[in-house]
């Protein structure tokens, strides 16, 4: 559905953090439509076992469609073991060209424990330069504090946890209630 057929509605935070052969994704829980606050309890990080591989996947956007996305992703796992890679990328292709997926509106930060990507309906499938990608309403903030924090001593779940809450402190679509899955390390 386009933006103005549900203007007001505001997505989330989640960022991923590779650090010290660990790779941690959080998200925030906060569900907003306008501005009140429908849940601050959502899982928008969840931990996926397709073949079993294990591979933690992060969502902005629309539920249902990252719901859509996600089993996509976990199919496309499947087909081509141990291959994060290839996968996000052949989502991303099929994202991009199908009539249906291309109505989507949800974004992804999936990783193995090693890779970490950013995957889009625009057809991306991006690594992060630095070690840290952010999505969601309050991404650019949690972006910004994760890449200031990587200086540091801080493990990766620490600078995921302090980012987030830099976010939540800025964001208004942002909350404190996160969830923390990491692999490695």
Wanted: charged share 25%; aromatic share 4%.
């Amino acid at each position: 559905m386009a933006e103005s057929e549900f203007p007001g509605w505001h997505g989330t935070t989640i960022i991923g953090v590779r650090k010290g052969g660990k790779v941690v994704i959080a998200g925030d829980g906060q569900v907003s439509l306008g501005q009140t606050v429908i849940k601050g309890s959502a899982r928008k990080v969840r931990r996926l076992k397709p073949g079993g591989l294990d591979i933690v996947a992060g969502f902005a956007g629309s539920t249902a469609d990252a719901f859509t996305l996600l089993e996509r992703l976990e199919a496309k796992l499947e087909a081509t073991p141990g291959q994060l890679q290839r996968a996000c990328v052949e989502l991303a292709k099929d994202w991009r060209t199908d009539k249906y997926l291309q109505k989507l509106e949800a974004m992804l930060i999936v990783t193995d424990g090693s890779d970490l990507y950013v995957v889009t309906g625009a057809g991306d499938v991006l690594e992060p330069e630095h070690d840290v990608t952010a999505i969601g309403s309050g991404g650019n903030y949690a972006l910004a504090a994760g890449r200031a924090l990587m200086e540091g001593d801080h493990d990766a779940e620490e600078i995921a946890r302090r980012a987030m809450a830099i976010a939540a402190d800025i964001c208004v679509y942002t909350n404190g209630n996160l969830t923390v899955e990491s692999l490695g390390g």
